[in-house]
């Protein structure tokens, strides 16, 4: 089992950066691929970016590419999520999700844990 708790989401003006982090616990995390997701109100969960165990592969959304950074540190099982460059249409609830294995995805499917989530507001 392992437990993630999201932080850092807030209100922000278009053009500003947040940095979201990912505490776990109850296992490490060199064990799980770890994404991001993001959600806003009657819409479905969107993959926004996902990074492998080691941190040497990443697979961004098209929609954040260039302006998101993903990020993890297994020595504090950490997981970071810099967000540069905000839009309004980036404002949603982002979650946290650590899938088991080596391969990253874009499926939430494919995630066995998830956060609740910290919410992005990014006003125009």
């Known amino acids: 089992q392992v437990q993630l708790v999201e932080s850092g989401g807030g209100l922000v003006q278009a053009g500003g950066s947040l940095r979201l982090s990912c505490a776990a616990s109850?296992?490490?995390?060199?064990?799980?691929?770890m994404g991001w997701f993001r959600q806003t109100p009657g819409k479905e969960r969107e993959f926004v970016v996902a990074?492998?165990?080691?941190?040497?592969?990443?697979y961004y959304a098209d929609s954040v590419r260039g302006r998101f950074t993903i990020s993890r540190d297994n020595a504090k099982n950490m997981v970071y999520l810099q967000m540069n460059s905000l839009k309004p249409e980036d404002t949603a609830l982002y979650y946290c999700?650590?899938?088991?294995?080596?391969?990253?995805?874009?499926?939430?499917?494919?995630?066995?844990?998830w956060g609740k989530g910290t919410l992005v507001t990014v006003s125009s």
């Open positions: 990074i492998n165990w080691s941190g040497g592969s990443t």
């Open positions: 999700a650590a899938k088991i294995g080596r391969t990253a995805s874009n499926s939430d499917r494919t995630y066995a844990y």
């Open positions: 109850g296992r490490t995390l060199t064990s799980y691929v």
